[in-house]
């Protein structure tokens, strides 16, 4: 029997439920303990194409890494202006072209509904890499990882997830994947930056949230906080983007305030949200999470070529 993800696209964790997230954890602790000469057979052969319309430096590299642990190549376009974008070529042309050359296709794009679109037309499968405002599934998909790796589980906790929750796509791709979990989320943003209403309704039919404001009063109980960068690139209005910025620093005078063992993640690239004098303690795991990131794409990626699965 093949496995659920063999040929598959991975374009929303909206597409998943809590079986499919487990097939993955167990996957990813399978390329973790393996052999690395036993992983390198994984994708022997294969090619992995991407095609990054935005800038990125954790999903791209990772998935390269990941494609080569597994003996296979990566071919890709890092920045669209140096492809024939530029001269006016269409996305879908652009993705149906990458998938004749390649045995799957990653894409990051600024628009929504871009992965959803591409997979349409792609001869391979297609792995969403962050589209729009929308999502990034394997950036969820690695968050859970870490979370479960670093706490031993998801159910029950309190997480509190921390920023700028109307533009991070990152968020979405989370909650609608915590939705499979029995967590207790608290989101924690200024006012203009709250989780949009268009996507509450969906997000509220599996998982119960509270929201709030003020980040050293709801900081005290948690579990897991999961900080975000206010996402200057996504603002239309530039005055809009000052009134907020900066307006959460997670310090060392914070983190006395919190559990022992709280976990602080983030899916980075960080500004100035969480003080570098953090790094070095404990709590801190979005370094972590960052390597589990490769690991769970090497993870996907071996389910996405392999009719066996790992
Ligand atoms: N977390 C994340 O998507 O990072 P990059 O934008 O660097 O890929």
Do not use: C, W
């Not at 349409?120 to 969403?128: A, D, H, K, T």
């Not at 959460?248 to 914070?254: A, S, V």
């Amino acid at each position: 029997m093949s496995n659920t993800f063999f040929q598959k696209d991975i374009v929303s964790v909206r597409d998943f439920d809590r079986e499919k997230f487990e097939e993955v954890f167990k996957a990813t602790d399978k390329v973790i303990e393996m052999n690395p000469n036993e992983r390198r057979e994984l994708a022997r052969g294969k090619t992995l194409g991407y095609l990054f319309f935005e800038p990125s430096t954790r999903t791209r590299l990772s998935f390269e890494a990941a494609m080569a642990s597994l003996g296979g190549t990566s071919i890709g376009i890092a920045d669209a202006s140096s492809s024939s974008a530029k001269k006016g070529e269409s996305l879908a042309d652009t993705v149906r072209i990458m998938s004749l050359y390649s045995d799957v296709v990653v894409l990051r794009h600024q628009l929504d509904g871009s992965s959803r679109f591409a997979a349409e037309v792609s001869e391979r499968p297609l792995i969403n890499a962050g589209s729009g405002t929308e999502e990034h599934p394997t950036q969820a998909i690695l968050d859970l990882y870490t979370i479960r790796k670093e706490k031993g589980r998801i159910d029950g906790l309190k997480i509190g997830i921390v920023g700028d929750l109307k533009y991070g796509r990152t968020v979405y791709s989370l909650l609608y994947a915590l939705g499979n979990y029995r967590a207790n989320v608290r989101l924690i943003s200024p006012p203009s930056l709250k989780v949009r209403s268009d996507s509450t309704y969906e997000i509220r039919k599996k998982l119960a949230y509270t929201e709030a404001t003020d980040l050293e009063e709801n900081l005290t109980d948690l579990d897991v906080v999961y900080v975000t960068r206010i996402q200057k690139e996504r603002f239309a209005d530039m005055e809009e983007y000052v009134k907020v910025k900066g307006s959460y620093k997670l310090g060392p005078e914070l983190l006395k305030k919190m559990k022992d063992d709280v976990i602080i993640m983030h899916p980075l690239p960080r500004l100035d949200e969480i003080s570098h004098k953090l790094d070095s303690t404990p709590n801190a795991k979005y370094f972590n999470q960052a390597k589990y990131g490769k690991d769970a794409r090497a993870a996907l990626l071996a389910l996405v070529l392999n009719e066996k699965g790992i």
